[in-house]
């Protein structure tokens, strides 16, 4: 997410007269992500592998596997809340029941899509990571 998301989120919540606490909620949220991939970059910055050994270049790439873990998992929590909560919005504005089966179809295809791509690029980064690790410990 881009600085100007977060405008957006405002922006969008007041036209649709959504509480301003959900898009603060959205926004700090997505100043975290933010955060977490500027420090990512600047803690395992890919040049700064090269100038060093072999066994400190493993030890870097084995944290950045748990750094992209924990990263991961806490970022799908707020994700999860966050849809729970449209949801029960949506709901309680007494949507019918036609609008409610399209509306939880669509989140359902939509995290199933979400799911199934963070699942294959967690994959394989974690395989390349292990494959780097493996190799470089060989070394």
Not at 79 to 108: E, K
Request: aromatic residues 10%.
């Amino acid at each position: 997410m881009d600085i100007i998301t977060i405008p957006m989120i405002i922006v969008i919540c007041h036209a649709i007269g959504w509480p301003m606490w959900f898009a603060a909620a959205v926004s700090v949220w997505a100043l975290i992500d933010l955060l977490a991939v500027l420090v990512g970059r600047k803690k395992f910055d890919t040049q700064k592998m090269l100038d060093v050994d072999v066994l400190t270049a493993a030890k870097t790439v084995k944290e950045y596997k748990k750094f992209y873990h924990l990263s991961t998992v806490i970022g799908a929590i707020p994700a999860v809340a966050m849809t729970a909560y449209i949801v029960l919005r949506i709901y309680s504005q007494g949507a019918s029941g036609n609008d409610m089966l399209w509306v939880g179809v669509l989140l359902f295809v939509t995290y199933l899509i979400a799911v199934l791509v963070t699942v294959i690029k967690y994959k394989k980064l974690m395989s390349s990571c292990d494959n780097l690790i493996e190799s470089l410990e060989s070394k």
